[in-house]
């Protein structure tokens, strides 16, 4: 993370992508959050109240979640709340996001042109938010 730390200073976008284990992120994401945590700012009052470095910036995310087995979307479970809470706590705003379902062969994802679409727009969407 001490590599990665001064480049998410610099960047005004972050995409978030993380397969759903057990109805969540996966302990690697979940890591990644957690170490994000350098960006919080407390304060000595009880109880505690803090702000982000990051914050009041006009930074942007958009955030992805893969549920392999199913094709229902409530399989997904926590997975996008368990990346969009933090990063918006952090000062992101979340400008869109995608619950991908029923996406498990690899490489299949690649036969979705539905999906790589709207992928590809969503891409758009970040990199025309942070222009203005």
Known sequence: MQLLC???EEADGLILISPTHNYNVTAWMKAFIDRLYCF???N???PR???SRLARQGRKAII???GEQ???EDDIGFTLDAMRLPIEA???E???ELPVIGIFDKGKVKADTQLLDQARKMGEKLAKEIKS
């Open 6 to 8: 001064p480049e998410i």
């Open 40 to 42: 919080y700012i407390f």
């Open 44 to 46: 000595d009052e009880r």
């Open 49 to 51: 109240g803090s702000s």
């Open 64 to 66: 992805a979640a893969v």
């Open 70 to 72: 199913s094709t229902r």
């Open 90 to 92: 952090l000062g992101y």
């Open 94 to 96: 979340i400008i869109d």
